[in-house]
Each structure stands twice: as structure tokens, then as C-alpha cells.
């Protein structure tokens, strides 16, 4: 196979032998469905999914009825809305969604589609003079949209302090966390956090595509968003339904049973050490030195994200890509921080444990080459 040098881990983490050979397992020797059979294999199949969610559950320091599998942190993201109209019935209320500039698109647009309804108004929450959220300026609101990190800054906000002042402003605001990015980089602890609802996806701690988690701190006080088999006990009559409880309640249909098995194979290899990280810094300090270049993240950030003057962000990534570079150009679905850099894209490198000295080396040399 051609090597590449692969720097796109924000968009998706590689995969380790082990998750490919969890999932090829499952599927060869244990594939049943869950929550259905009452047969030895489908009871084991419950087993595994069961301790994946637990797993989970330690992961981000949760109880096991608070975590819900979904397909994705947008699927998440998008689900949580569902989740908070089924139960607050947006149209009258006129509620106060704050947002901010760090938010990838599928964090902020399903509430910019509501508000385009008159269903919800928004609110922009500030950026202080480094791009962080402003805590100083936290807006008073009712629903709180956090992105943990932003996938063009790769800077993790403090979102205990965030949580704490939207708090003191609104004891009643629901918080939303989108750590698609800060999962990968920061533990979660959502009991210190204190937020009503965090969203990420498998396939950026290694896990495979399709599987995601979305943690509900008092499912008992939410209505469901997706109906259909698992999550009902019992059909008494058209009008009373007796719900399962969390998690079930918000689980209807099969779920993603081999990613959900292969994500518990990327959680147990998931280790605190981003040693890796330090090739950012090299290649931060490289990329500054060549004319043309313009950095707009910080040396100690996980992400490096610059553009070249005179060269469309879209020519670099072809360019560098027949080089054999993978990295990410464009808007990266984060309209809104580009708007505020002031430029319509970027290119994006981000690292993990498979990057090496001479990857970071090659990748400097190639750009010095490409720009001059
Ligand atoms: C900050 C952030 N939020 C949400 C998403 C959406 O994740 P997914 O495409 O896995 O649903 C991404 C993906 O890049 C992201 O970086």
C-alpha cells in the first residue's frame, strides 16, 4: 500500500488493529441483535452493548442511564434539539439560544434553522481577544450551545466556568456541550462540567463510523425525539404509552450494535499521553519562518491551521494531496470563526500517535517547496 502521510485526525482518527479486529469478531462470531432475542447470543450481545455503555459511562464520568448511543455527535447535536422541542415546545416560548463563533455547523444550525421559523431567537455569545468564549460577557439564555473546542482553533474552553457563570445568570438554562474535538484531547468529567447534554463521535477516538454518544443528565425530565421499537414498554391505548426509562427511552430502533462493540476497543486503548502533540509546535515554528505563510491558531494549540497568501486554500489541499499529504482545507464546516479570522477557509493539520518526526519533517519541506 502507498504510504501517506496522514495529518487529518481532527476529521477522523485512524483506526487500531484491535477496534478492526473487535468489530471483524463481533460480526464472525457473536452478531445478534440487541434488546430483542431472548436466546443465549442475543442475551450476549445485550452483555456487550451493556458494558460498552458503562464503559462509556466511566469515560466521561457518567451513571450508564445517562449515556445514549447515536450515530454521531451531529446526529447528537441535532437529536438534542428534537429532544428540548418534544419537551419544552419551542413555539410559543420564545426562548434565548445563546451560540458562539467557535460552533461547527452542526452544533448552531439546527438552532439557526429554528430560529429562521420565529421558533427561538439567538443570541452570539463574545469572543475575548485570544478567540476564547468571553466569561466575561456569558449572555443570559435559556439554552446554551458550548463548543468544547473548536476544530479550527483547537484551544479547549473552559466549559466548568462557562457552565457555572450561565448558571449563576439563569439557574435554569439547559447547556449543551459539543466535545467533538476536546474528547480526543481533554478528560471529561460532565459531574464537574454540569452540563444537561454533551455530544461526541466514535470515529475521532478511533472507533469506526456511525457511532456517537450523546450524555443526558436528567433523561426523566426530557420526551423522546425518535419513536419506534425499544423504547416503549407498553401500548395501552392511542393516547398512554408506558416508556422504557433512560437509555432505552431514547433509543428506538437498532441500534449501531458492531461500531457501538468496536467503540468499547477504542475507548480501552485510548491513552492520556499526546506526546504526538509536540510535532504541532515543530511544525508551528517552521511554518513561521516561510514568507506567505499566515498561522491563525496558537503554538500550544491542538491544531494548526494557517493559509498562504495568493494560493486558494482548495489548490493547496490538491496540490499537497498529490505529495501525498492528507491534510484538511476549506471552511471545515466552521463558517462563522473564518468569517471573524477573515478568510473564506483554511488548512488544517492535526496529528495523532501515528505521526512522526520525519512525517512532520517531510510535510515542512513539501510546503517550503509548494510556496516558494
Ligand atoms: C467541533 C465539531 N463538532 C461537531 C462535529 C461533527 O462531527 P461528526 O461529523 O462526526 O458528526 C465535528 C466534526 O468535525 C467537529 O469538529
Known amino acids: 500500500m502507498k504510504k501517506i502521510v496522514y495529518m487529518d485526525a481532527a476529521a477522523s482518527w485512524l483506526k487500531n488493529q484491535s477496534v478492526i479486529e473487535t468489530e471483524g469478531d463481533f460480526l464472525t462470531n457473536s452478531y445478534a441483535n440487541a434488546g430483542r432475542g431472548v436466546c443465549e ?162 470515529h475521532k477516538i478511533g472507533a469506526d463510523t456511525g457511532v456517537g454518544v450523546m450524555f443526558i443528565k436528567n433523561p426523566d425530565n426530557f420526551n423522546p425525539d ?42 480501552r486503548q485510548l491513552h492520556d499521553n499526546h506526546a504526538y502533540l509536540h510535532l504541532i509546535g515543530y511544525m508551528y515554528d517552521e511554518l513561521s519562518k516561510i514568507p506567505g505563510i499566515e498561522i491563525l491558531t496558537q503554538r500550544d494549540a491542538c491544531i494548526l491551521s494557517f493559509v498562504v497568501k495568493g494560493m486558494h486554500v482548495l489548490d493547496f489541499g490538491t496540490m499537497i494531496g498529490v505529495r501525498d499529504v492528507c491534510v484538511r482545507v476549506g471552511n471545515m464546516c466552521a463558517s462563522w470563526i473564518h468569517k471573524k479570522l477573515g478568510q473564506d477557509g483554511s488548512i488544517r493539520i492535526s496529528v495523532g500517535p501515528w505521526n512522526t518526526m520525519a512525517d512532520a519533517e517531510y510535510v515542512i519541506k513539501t510546503i517550503r517547496n509548494m510556496v516558494k
Open 41 to 202: 447470543r442475543a442475551s450476549n450481545v445485550d452483555k456487550m452493548i451493556d458494558n460498552v455503555r458503562h464503559q462509556v459511562a466511566d469515560f466521561i464520568g457518567a451513571g450508564s442511564s445517562n449515556i445514549v448511543f447515536t450515530s454521531g455527535a451531529t446526529d447528537g447535536l441535532n437529536r438534542v434539539v428534537g429532544i428540548i422541542q418534544n419537551t419544552l415546545g419551542l413555539e410559543n416560548k420564545k426562548l434565548i439560544v445563546a451560540v458562539s463563533d467557535l460552533d461547527h455547523h452542526s452544533a448552531r444550525m439546527p438552532w439557526e434553522y429554528l430560529a429562521g421559523q420565529g421558533k427561538c431567537e439567538l443570541v452570539v455569545c463574545p469572543l475575548d481577544e485570544n478567540l476564547n468564549i468571553d466569561i466575561d460577557n456569558i449572555p443570559i439564555c435559556d439554552i446554551f450551545v458550548i463548543t468544547a473546542m473548536s476544530n479550527v482553533l483547537g484551544v479547549p474552553q473552559n466549559v466548568e466556568k462557562i457552565i457555572r457563570i450561565a448558571r449563576k445568570k439563569n439557574p435554569n438554562v439547559i447547556t449543551i456541550v459539543d466535545a467533538a474535538q476536546f474528547v480526543v484531547y481533554e478528560n471529561i468529567d460532565v459531574s464537574q462540567m454540569d452540563c444537561d447534554f454533551l455530544c461526541f463521535s466514535g
Open 226 to 267: 425518535k419513536f419506534g421499537g425499544g423504547m416503549v414498554n407498553r401500548i395501552i391505548d392511542s393516547e398512554n404509552w408506558i416508556l422504557n426509562k433512560s437509555p432505552e427511552k431514547f433509543e428506538a430502533g437498532t441500534l449501531p450494535l458492531t461500531q457501538i462493540v468496536g467503540l468499547g476497543q477504542a475507548i
